[in-house]
């Protein structure tokens, strides 16, 4: 996502002397209100730890701003919390008692219930503690970093400013007492660095809100593990460094990553041929910053390359810069590659993540890219899951190209996508009114319905970019779209009134679907790709148990089926299956000839699998080839002239997985092939391609037996039923016939005569050609006597 650079506000204290790599020395403050003595060998200074910090709270459900002039009045310093109680962290309940959360266990118990409602949850608990600075000393400090643990939403205060917030966005302002969140299960970590602006000397106040998401939330907890001041600005050579594809791939690529100054404004990368020794330099355009990460993003698009070359490249902001990595441009030429398949990430990306990218990129090393089926991570706001998505990728992403479809945990936190476009770059060929075919015509008029239409057609098409586009690489059409669907994202600001059942906004999520399958329908049907791959999160044939998506089903397998897609790579369900739509049966055992529909998982998240004889594929005509549960898989794809050859590897097990095989072991194969006319099958592993039959012409023969001055004479009959001239050759045991031409609709006759009275059964060939197709048919004929 292209923005303009805009004027940071992550400002640097004047006077400030040069950023360092490194902490010179660290000091730390415990307890409340502890005064830190001068030094002129500061480098860090701590000032709140989860086992030396006393914390005021107020969990009764009450606004402590109740009667005071601002809201946000119970954050500054002179705000009086005598009458609140005081307790050391980390604090929680688990339905109202002092048990774990999640794998966290609190010391201090919180009141989890309203006094007149035990059954609703309180949503909102506030917290304060304070730390001293001598004189002068304030001025020293140009940073402020933080480590939280929260469940289910927190915000940070310091000396009455907003620093920094987590799962915020349903925040109202309207009161101290709101619910946030988005039931993200166990407590969430994460960090934040902001300004050392907000400091003063003498007492300094850190407070904290933390919020239920629901009244039915069964738990609650916090923690801030440190708080901690710098007299040098936070700085790290730059990282995400992410290759994503272009319109262009043989000639262009885009290249992203995260800065690791924070006040950097200005991106470069320099990039050379890896056999040349001349460096171009290319300056990267601001995208964001987002997630309380000061650091900003930047992206390029390096245009100017040359196909099937080797080029050698490093990002940088200042005088820092990230290793050198290297790629490959696209070879329009190139027949054989693979790329690998990844499911859900999402949880375990510090464990499991990690292993099974390494156990993919060992099993399948010269890959061009990696596609992903949504969830890469669990919160979308919670930077430090991203950190962990990108170590696991991190030389994956920076030299092969990865293409990503968005899912609903990438709203989680972050409803307007800004972390996901802020990681990805990827081409602007989205819908939009003028892709949509007939459906654009529901925006003209000016009827209410029509002014909906438009603002809806308009606003989707702004936010589909980078969530819904395709890329065209050697031969095959990558082609990721957005199941998601929330009123929250998909309503425009402004949106014109409108009254009665037929108003769009009725209906926004099926609207939103069928918008995609229009521009999928239109960028298929002129697509010279001989390879089509669909990748999006939730599967349109559910695998686990309770779930199911009719409304995708409904508007996008038409599609599929229609243009006959090769490979449908899914998400979202944690269990693995794999499938086709009845419709494609063929007569051969083993063997299909439409989509493979396929939901995988690569993370450590593990569900239930439905009922095998009665799910949503059998529900909805479609069959179950494979399936299996509590065990996680990447699969790798290779790309021939001819084939498709899916492969999929088991990467990690737990105890209850329903497969024998180990790690490392095949877990599923099949193979797509297709020939130059278009013929495909999908055979299973060991089943053989079926030999093509010649198709027969449209051509009716009849026989019947004459008596020719005694002697008996086979007449053959050949009626042309094509649409076009066809050539007819006739042969039996007596000799053969040739007809050159045959127009349509007429008939062509031959007879063969005997020397004998008697004629015994036999049969006669009858070779039709129209100058494509050449087919022949045996007809029998009876014996007869004159």
């Known amino acids: 996502m292209h923005q303009k650079p805009r004027a940071s506000t992550w400002l640097t204290r004047t006077g400030v002397g040069a950023l360092a790599l490194a902490l010179l020395g660290t000091t730390v403050i415990t307890g409340q209100a502890a005064t830190a003595a001068p030094t002129d060998e500061l480098a860090e200074l701590t000032v709140i730890t989860t086992a030396d910090t006393e914390w005021k709270f107020l969990d009764d459900g009450t606004d402590p701003a109740a009667g005071l002039g601002s809201m946000n009045a119970w954050t500054e310093t002179d705000f009086d919390d005598s009458a609140w109680k005081s307790a050391k962290g980390s604090f929680g309940a688990k339905r109202g ?49 933080g480590d939280v643990t929260f469940d289910d939403a927190l915000v940070v205060w310091v000396n009455g400013t907003k620093v920094a917030g987590f799962l915020d966005d349903r925040l109202t302002g309207q009161s101290n007492q709101e619910y946030a969140g988005s039931s993200n299960g166990d407590p969430i970590s994460s960090s934040f660095r902001v300004p050392a602006e907000v400091l003063v000397d003498g007492e300094n106040t850190v407070a904290l809100s933390l919020h239920q998401d629901r009244a039915s939330s069964s738990d609650i907890y916090l923690d ?27 000639t262009s690529q885009y290249i992203s990553w995260l800065g690791g100054l924070a006040d950097e404004e200005t991106g470069v990368v320099e990039i050379r041929e890896t056999a040349g020794s001349e460096v171009r330099s290319i300056d990267a355009a601001f995208v964001d910053r987002v997630n309380n990460n000061p650091l ?34 696209a070879d329009p030429n190139a027949e054989n590659f693979q790329y690998i398949y990844f499911g859900d990430a999402q949880i375990g990306l510090d464990t499991t993540w990690p292993q099974v990218v390494e156990q993919a990129m060992a099993a399948a090393p010269n890959i061009v890219g990696s596609v992903h089926a949504g969830d890469l991570i669990d919160t979308a706001s919670n930077e430090t899951q991203w950190v962990n998505w990108f170590k696991g ?36 060929n989205n819908p939009s ?29 702004e936010f589909a970019q980078e969530t819904v586009y395709y890329a065209d690489y050697q031969g095959v059409r990558f082609i990721s779209i957005n199941a998601t669907r929330s009123s929250g994202f998909l309503t425009p600001e402004n949106l014109p009134a409108c009254e009665g059942s037929d108003c769009p906004a009725n209906d926004l999520g099926s609207l939103w679907i069928e918008f995609q399958a229009a521009w999928l329908d239109h960028i298929l049907e002129g697509t010279s790709s001989k390879w089509n791959v669909v990748t999006f999160h939730q599967p349109v044939y559910s695998a686990s148990s309770g779930r199911n998506e009719p409304i995708l089903r409904e508007h996008w397998v038409p599609v599929f089926q229609k243009h006959n897609i090769d490979l449908v ?18 007569e051969h055992e083993g063997v299909t000839d439409g989509p493979v529909y396929i939901v995988s998982n690569s993370g450590a998240k593990h569900y239930q699998l439905a009922p095998a004889e009665d799910n949503v594929w059998t529900q909805n005509n479609a069959t179950q080839v494979l399936r299996g549960r509590g065990f996680t898989t990447y699969q790798i794809v290779d790309v021939t002239a001819d084939a498709l050859t899916y492969k999929s590897y088991i990467a990690e097990k737990t105890s209850s997985a329903s497969t024998e095989l180990n790690v490392g072991d095949l877990w599923d194969e099949f193979t797509i092939t297709k020939d130059a006319a278009g013929t495909k099958w999908v055979t299973e592993a060991g089943v053989a391609v079926p030999e093509e039959t010649e198709p027969a012409l449209n051509v009716a023969v009849d026989t019947s037996v004459r008596c020719v001055a005694g002697k008996a004479t086979l007449m053959v009959a050949a009626t042309n039923a094509e649409s076009g001239p066809i050539s007819l050759n006739i042969v039996n045991d007596f000799g053969s016939k040739q007809f050159a031409k045959v127009e349509a609709g007429k008939k062509g006759t031959a007879a063969f005569s005997t020397r004998q009275s008697e004629l015994s059964e036999g049969t006669v060939s009858v070779e039709a050609y129209d100058g494509e197709t050449r087919s022949t048919q045996q007809v029998e004929f009876a014996a007869a006597s004159c």
């Open 393 to 428: 990728m991190e030389q994956s992403a920076a030299t092969t190209n990865v293409m990503a479809a968005p899912g609903n945990h990438e709203y989680s936190g972050d409803a307007k996508l800004r972390a996901w476009k802020a990681n990805f770059e990827y081409p602007r």
């Open 97 to 145: 008692v002092l048990e774990p959360v999640g794998p966290h266990t609190p010391r201090t118990l919180l009141n989890q219930y309203l006094a007149d409602q035990p059954s609703t949850t309180i949503p909102t608990y506030f917290f304060r503690t304070s730390f001293d600075l001598e004189a002068g000393q304030a001025d020293q400090f140009v940073e402020i970093s």
């Open 433 to 461: 009114v003028e892709t949509v075919g007939e459906l654009a015509q529901l925006t003209v008029g000016d009827t209410p319905q029509a002014a909906q239409y438009r603002a809806l057609f308009e606003h989707w098409t």
């Open 569 to 586: 790579q899914m998400g979202h369900d944690h269990v693995y299956a794999r499938g086709y739509n009845n419709e494609n049966v063929t």
């Open 296 to 329: 900003p993003h930047f992206s390029v698009e390096v245009t100017g390359l040359k196909p099937a070359t080797s080029y050698t490249y490093r990002v940088g902001n200042a005088d820092s810069y990230s290793q050198w990595f290297t790629f490959t441009t």
């Open 224 to 250: 801030m593990p440190q708080l901690s001041l710098h007299t040098t600005e936070h700085r790290e050579p730059p990282s995400r460094v992410i290759l994503t594809p272009t319109q262009t791939p043989e």
